[in-house]
């Protein structure tokens, strides 16, 4: 048998509840604006007390509720390559993606800082292809790539170079529902997609309790097609959330259950993630951080709520501030992912990002790859039985032997250890035989040898074809 | 009496907005001018404010719990003040750039300038450059200061300033910009006045623009 399951636990069973009661009433009598028409007429006929003129949605209690018992408690991020799926179940393995959406690079050979282009994107997809650490894929953006219709170009380019699944970013409605038709003709149509939905979505409520029209758009469309969502709940404490990480929770969870209403009554079922991703304000710039201890406590915390909730949970992993790829970025991505993974976190967000999320470095995806399955090794736990505690094997080798050459070192040898191949245990002598290399410049090596060698598992012609056709007249609807 | 105003400083500093308005009053009532007051007591401490929250010794909700107190002060002293004229210490335009809704970064730009005195018209999110213009000529403030947080986005402050010109108004405004994606090489590209990374700087930046 395994061991347990190391969650961390902030929260005891009372507090928990306290926070899901505090929620309930803030819903209830504080409510949430919604900038959406329909969205209030629909909330109102679910039984919101709806103020137009304010836009305030005033939800009961008995509607959370309802719209609770829904909620899927596991469900699968398909991969183009079924192999690649990535199961997300409540006390499952945790995966993992990168963070998405910035523009700006690191330069892989010069280390000089600049925008991220068109023919970067294809490097970086092929990376993350190949790398095991990284699960799934969300979007980076070449800043010479057309700005309508970016999102698209890049969701073409990610077909044609991974075959993990695919977390998407949409600029406007518009984009997102051909996004969505896009998958639909990989997938084979609009009914396999809903079967094995190959792309995923997030999208986040403005803080504090704040729907956009488009927000509440992008929850329906996600349940019309059957597209997992990310309900991304990001309060920045002392800035758009309370300065106190009980605060900071409590809206955070209560901008959470909203979400849940607002997707679960219009489709039943739907897929979606607790993503529990507190910030906090550096109260001396006012920039939002993204490593900070705090951070990984409240995340801690909001992965408890998700699990009395009974949804999966998407956490920060590898996750910071730093202007580069150095020990203070290593230093909180290390600390930020092994709290989430702790925490029983099942998608660990972050890998190759950095400053504010503008940046994104291929030899921080290489060191993230390793972060991360470090923290999947972590969670895994150990077996225990007769065989594995070795009692026997103990008093074979008796006081003062060693167990170098025993039958049961050789047998359970591979199994047992996570290998590395990033990380240097050896002799110095070896290392500067080596070159004297740091972590970076090994990260780097490993980079530049699969972006030269890595071939992804190419898209079948035909659909490249009508995926090319489908792009070209997407983009000329969108210019009109 | 430079006893007192060393009071009014430390009380402005410790943000006790009553005291420094009762201060304020007792101060007038001792016969001492309303500049005086002003530049002495008040603008006096909001610069030793001002000088240790660049040091990092004071934090953001304590400047703007001292900008609080300060305005206890000048809403005591403003009919004085606008008598001679010396009400405003200026007037700045602010908006988050066209397609662009992040204001977090512009609402906290917002606040700091406020607390520091100067007077704000906030056009919100998604402001179009004849937006920008229109503002200007209706409000004549002294600069305009745009946020962008996309990388998409930040075109839009050159078209802004593309309309000042064409409007015949960019001479009579300084634009300041500033955003996470934004840079000081971007703003001399576009013939922006200044840039300022954090909401600190933008203070410091108008003051000096000002001046
Ligand atoms: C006039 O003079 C001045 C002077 C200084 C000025 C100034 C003006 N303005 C700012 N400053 C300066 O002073 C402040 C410090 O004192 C600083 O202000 P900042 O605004 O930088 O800092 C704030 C105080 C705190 N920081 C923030 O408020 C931004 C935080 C992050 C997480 C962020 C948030 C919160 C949001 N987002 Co958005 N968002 C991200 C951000 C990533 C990150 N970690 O920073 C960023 C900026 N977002 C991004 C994106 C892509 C998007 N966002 C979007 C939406 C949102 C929310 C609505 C959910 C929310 C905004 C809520 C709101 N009310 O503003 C979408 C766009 C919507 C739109 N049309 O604008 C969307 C397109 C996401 C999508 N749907 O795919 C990325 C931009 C990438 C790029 N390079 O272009 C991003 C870096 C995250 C990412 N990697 O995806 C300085 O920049």
Redesign the interface.
């Known amino acids: 048998m395994k061991t347990l399951k190391p969650y961390l636990k902030y929260l005891s069973d009372a507090q928990i509840e306290e926070i899901n009661e505090g929620s309930m009433s803030l819903l209830e009598n504080t409510g949430i604006m919604v900038d959406h028409q329909e969205g209030l007429e629909f909330l109102e006929k679910h039984g919101a007390k709806v103020d137009y003129q304010t836009k305030r949605a005033r939800i009961p209690r008995k509607l959370v509720t309802r719209a609770l018992e829904t909620v899927p408690d596991r469900f699968t991020l398909a991969a183009r390559n079924p192999e690649k799926d990535c199961p997300l179940i409540p006390g499952g393995r945790p995966y993992s993606r990168n963070g998405g959406g910035a ?2 690079t690191i330069d892989l050979e010069t280390g000089e800082f600049r ?1 991220l282009l068109h023919a970067d994107v294809k490097e970086y997809y092929k990376l993350m292809d190949a790398l095991e650490g990284i699960s799934f894929i969300a979007p980076v ?1 070449g ?1 010479d790539m057309p ?1 309508i219709g ?1 999102d698209i170009l890049m969701l073409r380019e990610a077909f044609g170079n991974t075959d993990k699944p695919i977390h998407l970013r949409a ?1 406007t409605g518009e984009s997102l529902k051909l996004m969505f038709e896009m998958a639909a003709i990989v997938a084979g149509g609009k009914k396999e997609l809903k079967e094995r939905p190959i792309v995923s979505l997030l999208e986040a409520p ?1 803080s504090p309790l704040k729907f ?1 029209d488009v927000t509440v758009d992008a929850l329906w469309l996600c349940g019309e097609y059957g597209i997992p969502l990310d309900v991304c709940v990001m309060p ?1 404490a ?3 959330g309370p ?1 106190t990480m009980a605060g900071n929770l409590q809206l955070l969870n209560t901008e959470f259950l909203a979400g849940v209403v607002i997707s679960q009554l219009a489709n039943p079922g739907a897929p979606l993630q607790y993503a529990a991703r507190p910030m906090a ?1 550096d ?6 951080m993204a490593g900070s201890v705090e951070l990984g406590m409240m995340a801690s915390a909001g992965a408890q709520m998700a699990r009395f909730y009974n949804v999966p949970v998407s956490l920060h992993g590898p996750w910071s501030d730093s202007m580069s790829h150095d020990g203070q970025s290593i230093l909180e991505r290390t600390y930020m992912n092994t709290m989430a993974a702790l925490s029983g976190a099942n998608v660990l967000v972050g890998a190759g990002m950095m400053q ?1 999320s ?1 940046v994104i470095s291929q030899e921080q995806l290489v060191i993230d790859d390793e972060i991360n399955r470090i923290a999947f090794r972590a969670v895994e736990g150990f077996e225990i039985n007769e065989e594995h505690l070795a009692a026997e094997v103990i008093d074979r080798v008796g006081p003062g032997g060693n167990f170098v050459a025993d039958m049961h070192t050789y047998k359970f040898l591979r199994s047992e250890r996570f290998e590395t191949k990033l990380l240097y245990h050896n002799s110095r002598e070896s290392w500067e035989e080596g070159g004297s290399t740091t972590l970076v410049d090994r990260a780097k090596e490993k980079a530049l040898i699969i972006i030269k060698e890595h071939q992804p598992n190419p898209l079948p012609e035909d659909l490249g074809k009508e995926l090319d056709e489908f792009v070209s007249k997407a983009l000329k609807s969108l210019e009109k | 009496m430079s006893n007192n105003f060393e009071q009014m400083q430390k009380d402005l500093y410790d943000g006790k907005f009553s005291e420094v308005e009762a201060a304020t009053k007792t101060a007038l009532d001792e016969g001492m001018g309303a500049q005086d007051i002003l530049n002495n007591g008040l603008v006096a401490g909001m610069e030793i404010v001002g000088r240790d ?1 660049k040091s ?1 010794e004071l ?3 304590e400047v703007l719990m001292c900008a609080r107190a300060m305005h206890a002060g000048l809403e005591v002293l403003r009919p004085l003040l606008a008598e001679s004229g010396a009400a405003s210490m200026g007037k700045i335009i602010l908006g988050t750039v066209t397609g662009d ?1 992040h204001d ?2 512009k609402n ?1 730009v917002s606040m700091m300038l406020q607390g520091a005195g100067f007077d704000i018209v906030d056009l919100g999110t998604d402001v179009k450059p004849e937006q920008f213009v229109a503002a200007v000529r209706d409000e004549g403030a002294d600069i305009i200061g745009m946020s962008a947080m996309l ?2 986005t930040m075109p839009s402050m050159k078209s802004t300033i593309t309309a000042l010109k064409e409007a015949g108004i960019r001479d009579k405004v300084k634009v300041i910009i500033g955003g ?2 934004v840079t000081s090489k971007f703003a001399e590209e576009i013939g922006a006045d200044r840039y300022a990374p ?3 700087a933008a203070v410091d930046t108008v003051r000096e623009l000002l001046v």
């Open positions: 523009d700006f925008p953006f800043q700005v970016r600029f403005i956009l920045i002392g800035g758009t300065m304000m109260m001396r710039t006012g920039f939002s504010q503008l | 929250f990092g934090f953001i909700p809704l977090i970064g906290l990388t998409t996470a994606p954090d909401a600190g």
